[in-house]
């Protein structure tokens, strides 16, 4: 089983849509989660932290569930710019507690 | 406030070679991480320096070696390269005993060996 599992899409969804990506995870010690957005061919940048407590920037909105172990972002009224690949992050794993580890990614495609 | 740089941005090396891919991490950040990134796969965590000294390692052969500086920046060094080398290798900086642990990813090196 892999530590961080993500579903790859692609997710086709038209401009104005709600669109959800969901996240596991193996290791229940797991510290920090993150979500970060990789546009093709670039460096993932950090779109937000994950708390337990969920947190909301503008469209975007996390939630972590430590019970389950499981990790949401919800995209609201969806932009053309929001198409890019949505990387799952967990820091802490299986063996360690200081790497990264990652999903291999939703791609999300939003249409005009 | 300059984020984090890595260089090159691209090389081509020969099955057999080495190859030294160079980090420089976010101003105020003192731990660097290197992952490895192949086409549609998210990236794999290879080791991590802090102090000078790898603080962990990823599931990556001893002919993946690094060094850190006193300045904080970085070098990931590889030996007889392999055609599976070629990838996208992506530098990550963070604060140790930070308010957050969230690291910052440079642009990446393109390695294509062949």
């Known amino acids: 089983r892999k530590e961080v599992e993500q579903d790859p899409g692609p997710f086709n969804v038209p401009e104005g849509a709600t669109v959800a990506f969901n996240c596991t995870y193996s290791n229940s010690a797991s510290q920090s989660f993150f979500w970060y957005r990789q546009d093709c061919r670039k460096e993932p940048k950090l779109l937000m932290s994950v708390y337990s407590s969920g947190n909301e920037d503008g469209r975007f909105t996390a939630q972590l569930n430590r019970a389950s172990q499981y990790i949401s972002l919800l995209i609201r009224d969806s932009k053309l710019s929001d198409s890019a690949t949505y990387l799952c992050?967990?820091?802490?794993?299986?063996?360690?507690?200081?790497?990264?580890?990652f999903g291999t990614g939703t791609r999300l495609k939003v249409l005009a | 406030d300059a984020g984090v740089t890595q260089s090159p941005t691209h090389l081509i090396k020969t099955r057999g070679q080495q190859v030294t891919l160079r980090c420089s991490p976010k101003?105020?950040?003192?731990?660097v991480s290197w992952y490895q990134q192949a086409l549609g796969q998210g990236p794999q965590f290879i080791f991590q320096?802090?102090?000078?000294?790898?603080?962990q390692r990823g599931n990556f052969p001893d002919r993946f070696s690094g060094h850190q500086f006193p300045n904080y920046s970085s070098e990931l060094n590889v030996n007889a390269l392999l055609l599976g080398d070629s990838a996208l290798y992506l530098c990550a900086s963070s604060l140790i005993g930070g308010a957050s642990t969230e690291a910052f990813f440079g642009q990446g090196t393109r390695l294509t060996v062949v």
């Open positions: 320096y802090y102090e000078e000294e790898e603080r």
């Open positions: 101003s105020g950040h003192d731990t």
């Open positions: 992050v967990v820091e802490g794993g299986t063996s360690g507690t200081y790497k990264y580890i």
